[in-house]
Nanobody, 123 residues
Framework: QVQLVESGGGLVQAGDSLTLSCAAS????????VGWFRQAPGKEREFVGH????????AYSDSVKGRFTISKENAKNTVILQMNSLKPEDTAVYLC????????????????WGQGTQVTVSS
């Protein structure tokens, strides 16, 4: 099993930056990648991006590309989501998730999930 805990959410203004963390523990050696997702009220969960656990390869959704950056602090088993130029439409609960293998699409088959952290961007 892998346990994930997000932190760093809060209330910011449009144009501000915010950094989220996802601390992983447990059988992290089995992790293939960690993804970030978000879910706004009344909307489906949206894939934000991911980073492979060992190679550090990243990919992002078009809605955040160029504004959000995912990185990994190896010594701390922590994945960082740096969010710049935030917009009101970025308001959502942000969740990180991990999987041991990618069987299907880039945003499918995540097995382990954190509890989420709220990000609110005011206009």
């Amino acid at each position: 099993q892998v346990q994930l805990v997000e932190s760093g959410g809060g209330l910011v203004q449009a144009g501000d930056s915010l950094t989220l963390s996802c601390a992983a523990s447990g059988r992290t050696f089995s992790v293939y990648d960690v993804g970030w997702f978000r879910q706004a009220p009344g909307k489906e969960r949206e894939f934000v991006g991911h980073i492979t656990w060992t190679g550090g390869i990243t990919a992002y959704s078009d809605s955040v590309k160029g504004r959000f950056t995912i990185s990994k602090e190896n010594a701390k088993n922590t994945v960082i989501l740096q969010m710049n130029s935030l917009k009101p439409e970025d308001t959502a609960v942000y969740l990180c998730a991990a999987r041991r293998r990618m069987l299907g699409g880039i945003s499918n088959d995540y097995e382990f999930w954190g509890q989420g952290t709220q990000v609110t961007v005011s206009s």
